[in-house]
Structure formats: C-alpha cells, structure tokens
C-alpha cells in the first residue's frame, strides 16, 4: 500500500479537503499502471472494480527474463539524455536547446510528414515513472524532476499552456483544430506528453509534472472549445492515441467535470457505436489508431457510468483476442487489420504484429479485468506478455522490436538507441519496467495469483507477504509461501490456465484441490498461518493452433508459449538486426530462405515433438524426416526463425 504522501504528491486527507473527491482519486489510481490505492468508496452511481492491483513498489522480482529485461530498459533510460529529448520543446518555446536532437521519428526528414517529434519525451517520462515506482531508484525520479522544470519552463515561455516539439510548433495544431488539411497525428504525439505528465505525477508523486499536466489539459479544454460535437468528430478520424483516457484520468485526479466532458468529446463514435451493438467493423482500419481509443473507452465507463463503452471495450477484446490474433497474441499486418477470411495472404508477412498493438492490447486486458476477473484476460495476457512483449527486446542490447512478422526464415529486427525512435522504441521503454504491475491482484478477501513469475507481494491490508518460488515455464509448478504476523483468513485464487488439462494443488505437501477445469480459479480459503506453502502443477503439452480460414497453416505452442523453428543466422552479419528504419521491415536481410516442409495432419505432427533434454527445446519431424530444432518465440534472437508452418498434405502412400 502506499503512503499518504504519494497520493499526487499530498496527503490523501489533504486532497479529500480541499477537492473533495477522495473517492475519485482513489479509483483513479487504483486503475493506473502500478498503482494499488486501497479501494474507497467510489462517486454514486460509477461503476466499481472487482479487483485491485497491487502498488508496484509492494511486489519484487526475482531473477528471471522479466528481471533481466527490466534490467536492460532500465539501463537504456539512464542512457538516453533528456536535453536532447526536449531540444524541440524549448525552439517552439522560444527558448536555447541545450543539445542537439536525437534522430529517427525525432528529427529525421524522412519521418517528418507523420509529425511524432517529442513523442519519445512522453514515453520516457513514463518508463521513468514506472522504473522509480517498480525499483525505488532515485535516478530515475531525478529524471523526472528534470524534464518536468524544463517542460515548466517552456510553457511559461510559451505562454498558452501548450507544449509540443513539430517543426511547425503549435500551428500544426491550430490547423487540425481549425478542421484544416494536415499531415501528421498531433493528438496522437501530445497524447505520449499528457500520459508521460500523467505517470510522472501518480507513479512518481511529482508535484511539476502534475502542474504542467494540468495547464496542458487547461489549454486544451479552452482551444477545442469552438469546436462543435461534429466538428470534434471529424477531428478524431486522425490518430489521437488515447486523449479520451488520459482526460478520464484527469477527472478521477481532479474531480473537474470539465474533463470528464472532454473525455467524451475525445471518445471516437464513430468507431464506438459499432462496437457496443457487437459489430466486428475492424477490417482495413490501423490497427495501433484504435487500440488506444478502446483503452479510453474502458475508461470513460469507470468515469461516465456509461454501459455503451464498456460493451464497446469489451466487444473489441473479445473480437481482437479471440478472432484477430496471431497464437503469439499479437494482430494485423502492415500495421491494419484484416479480413480473417484473407488470413492466408497476411500471417506471413514480414510487417505483422506491430508490438505497440500487443503493448496497448495488455493495457485493455488489464483493466477490463479489473472489472470483469475473467481467466481468458489472464490468459491472453500471460501469452501476449511472452510471445509478444518479452519476445520484442533483444536480450543483449535492450533495444525493441517495431514489426515481429510471420515470414519464414526472417528475424527480429530491433531499433537503434539513437537513431530511430518509433512508437514501438516508446512503448518498449515501458513494456519491462511494469511486469511487476500485474501478476497480483486482490478484493478484500482473495488475493489472485494470475502470473508464474518468481516475485513477492506485500498485502500490507493483511499484515502478509506471498513469495513465489518457480522455473516457469521451464517447469510447469510453482510455490507460494507465505509471511504472515499472525494467523489470517484469506482466499488464495489460483489461475487454471486454459491450455492445462488439470491444475494440482498442494498444501503444506498435502494433495488439497485437483481441478479440471481449465480456464478457472482455483480457490483456497482458509486461515494461513506464517510459512504455510502452496504448491501449484500444470500441465505443459504440446498443442497447434490454426485460423479457421487456413487450417493447414499452424503455430505449435507448448502450454502458453509458441514455439519457434530456428534456422540460425547463416548470412547475418553481427548487428544486422539493429536497423533504423521500420518501414523496411521484409527488405533488411532479404536473402530468399525456404523452411523446411512439414506435411500431413497438422496434431499428428505436432505428436512428433520431442525434448532434446535441455529445458524447453524440442525437435519436430520435417517431412523429410530431418529434426528441426523448436524453441519458445521470446527466446529467438539473432537469428532465423518460422513460428507459422504451411502443412503440406500427407505424401501418397508407397505403392506396394
Ligand atoms: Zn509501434
């Protein structure tokens, strides 16, 4: 739980007094990332969560790839130089930069059309914020406090509140508000400025960042002010990131209605109203455009009450999730989605899966199961956080993936430190300093375990920490153990993932619960004594997936994880993998490469797999009979890789 203090930086009973919008506060923040106020009562008639996180700064990490990949952002923030991320904030200021700019999307002539200049200083507040609350280092929250004075500054030299870095400075802006022609997605740019001001301020208690963040969204509120309903519409066919969730998040921090009225007139209708009467009208539309606007969604419901966006939200998980992904969680080729009835002519594309779809796809999962605790989040989740977040970060240098395609025999490709700066090089510095923010959650008598992931939790509420001690997935087990100051009542809410046949559950070395049935809880209440340790088995098998429209295209999984053929990196020079520009994704490394053939029935294939006794590799049978080697997608670096097989059908028999 965290202290008073951090309650944007004031007490909570200091807040309560002079607001008097303690309950929206503490909804507030319960939902952001890494936060776990304790719940209050909410405002009359909004919606409540089921569940609450647990505060980032109460769970630990034990060693593991998250650990490690948390690590390697950690240390790419504290290399990266905020006076070279504000150099265009203070020229539109009218103010001396301090350092030359950084380039790719930042400065690079070939990006300029798309206008994202500064997006990264957004991205890298949060990292920040969420590196500070997830490890306590006072480097990162020194960061913070930097940009937040700069950024202070410039509005005061700007005068109006605004505070942006494209080459045309607030113009571009002035031109979209005035419903002009433009290039670019400037509410997609400010709104990474707006959430990094955001997290900088919740996660980070940092009173400057909050300042500036509410004289941004003042400003706003008085320049779209002229603007009709319809006018705003129209103004929302361009990108704008997730403006209707930060304005939510606004009004929880502030209680100013105002904000909660622009959370509204930012929430795109267009693509809402669809969405809440259950029509799937995704085909063809940018893939990353909408995700966002969905998150915001979810949030507008907790702030409005209104149901039409949660149904929205919810509709758009489900058809996402369960009908657009990839058996790695992520979606879409060259960025859109596609007609599923044209699955074949996509899954193999060297641009599919762009992995801000799958780093905003968690933020969505995340919250609507907050609300509704369904195992099918956490399970989308678990895979999506391997196969799609884990698997995006090159082990060695840190840096992300834009596109992680399907095209046989290609690779990984990751940004440069310096000389890139996509959207995805933005929400990858996030991906791996939040793991720790959502493998608990808890009501006020079950605290649910949703992750395998060697970690502990503080439920401060109860005087109680649960460590948890595994291999996963090496190993298909884990054991919690518990701290307790005295004997307590509590419910232990164990995910049955989907893709094991049983769950086993052992207390104190004690079979206590078998459960068949996947895709489920698996509960145990009663009162824990300290030391008292539960022991949790899976079963982790191999399985294949397929699109209803291409069943002779598959993936192979074993338990959550897609398992990836490798091909080695024969014509690879050393860093060839770290490219600057994403558009080229399918043209870097283009040597023609022909995977070997697999054929015949795609599961008995897949009965074909075998360990080669070293911990998740495995072989499958060509059809040629030679072995292929098989390991877990998130660990394929540097090299080639198939994760989607075309199957061939079974050769004729041999005439007798
Ligand atoms: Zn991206």
Redo the contacts with the bound molecule.
């Keep these: 739980m965290i202290t008073e203090a951090r309650c944007a930086g004031r007490s909570r009973r200091d807040f309560l007094a002079t607001a008097g919008t303690g309950a929206l506060v503490a909804a507030s923040v319960a939902s952001l990332p890494g936060t776990g106020h304790a719940a209050l009562p909410q405002e009359a008639g909004l919606p409540a969560a089921k569940l609450q996180p647990f505060d980032m700064a109460d769970v630990t990490l034990g060693e593991g790839p998250f650990l490690h990949a948390q690590r390697m952002t950690e240390a790419y923030l504290l290399k990266l130089e905020p006076d070279r991320m504000l150099h265009n904030f203070r020229v539109n200021a009218g103010l001396k930069p301090k350092a030359a700019v950084y380039g790719g999307w930042e400065s690079d002539a070939i990006w300029e059309e798309i206008n994202c200049h500064g997006h990264t200083l957004g991205h890298y507040l949060s990292g920040c914020a969420l590196a500070y609350r997830s490890t306590g280092n006072r480097r990162f929250r020194e960061r913070i406090d930097y940009i937040a004075a700069d950024l202070a500054e410039c509005q005061k030299a700007g005068e109006t509140g605004l505070i942006c870095a494209f080459p045309k400075g607030p113009a571009l802006v002035a031109a979209h508000l005035r419903g002009e022609k433009i290039t670019g997605v400037p509410w997609y740019t400010l709104h990474k400025v707006y959430a990094g001001l955001r997290d900088a301020a919740v996660l980070a208690d940092s009173e400057t960042s909050r300042a500036v963040l509410l004289r941004l969204a003042d400003w706003a509120v008085v320049a779209t002010r002229p603007l009709s309903d319809a006018q705003f519409e129209t103004m929302l066919n361009t990108e704008h990131g997730g403006m209707n969730e930060v304005f939510a998040d606004l009004y929880f921090m502030t209680g100013n209605p105002e904000y909660r009225t622009m959370s509204l007139r930012f929430s795109h209708k267009a693509i809402m109203e669809p969405l809440a009467r259950a029509r799937d009208h995704l085909d063809g539309l940018h893939a ?1 455009t909408q995700v966002p606007k969905i998150v915001g969604f979810q949030r507008v419901y907790e702030a409005t009450g209104d149901v039409k966006y949660k149904d929205a939200a919810a509709f758009f998980w489900d058809t996402v999730a369960h009908t657009r992904s990839f058996a790695t969680g992520g979606h879409g080729d060259n960025e859109h989605f596609f007609a599923m009835a044209d699955f074949e002519k996509h899954v193999f594309s060297a641009k599919g899966s ?3 779809c799958q780093h905003n796809m968690l933020k969505l999962t995340r919250a609507l199961f907050q609300y509704d605790p369904q195992v099918a989040y956490a399970d989308y989740y678990e895979r999506t956080l391997y196969n799609g977040i884990l698997a995006s970060q090159d082990p060695d240098s840190g840096m992300a993936t ?1 596109f992680q395609g399907a095209r046989p025999g290609y690779m990984k490709l990751y940004h440069t430190p310096e000389d890139s700066f ?3 090089t933005g ?1 990858g510095m996030e991906n791996h300093v939040k793991y720790r923010d959502s493998l608990y959650f808890h009501d006020d008598r079950a605290l649910y375990v949703n992750l395998f992931v060697p970690s502990s939790v503080a439920w401060k509420a109860k005087g109680a920490v649960l460590t948890q001690t595994t291999r996963f997935p090496d190993v298909p087990s884990t054991t919690l153990r518990w701290k307790l100051q005295r004997p307590t009542e509590m419910a232990l809410k164990l995910r049955h993932p989907r893709w094991s046949r049983t769950a086993t559950v052992l207390v104190n070395g004690t079979e206590t619960l078998r459960s068949s049935n996947p895709g489920s809880y698996v509960e145990i209440a009663r009162t824990w004594n300290d030391g008292d340790e539960v022991e949790l088995r899976l079963i982790m098998e191999a399985g294949v997936e397929s699109a209803p429209a291409a069943p002779d295209i598959v993936a192979f999984t074993y338990g959550p994880l897609v398992l990836a053929g490798t091909f080695g990196r024969e014509g690879l020079a050393p860093g060839s993998d770290i490219v600057v520009n994403e558009r080229k994704y399918g043209s870097y490394n283009d040597a023609p490469f022909t995977p070997p053939m697999l054929a015949g029935d795609p599961t008995t294939i897949a009965r074909t797999i075998r360990t080669t006794g070293k911990p998740l590799e495995f072989t499958i049978a060509s059809a040629d009979q030679r072995p292929i080697r098989l390991i877990p997608y998130h660990r394929v670096a540097h090299e080639r890789y198939a994760t989607y097989w075309r199957i061939a059908p079974a050769a004729d028999p041999k005439p007798v």
């Design positions: 990353n762009e992995t801000c834009y996509w959207c995805c929400t």
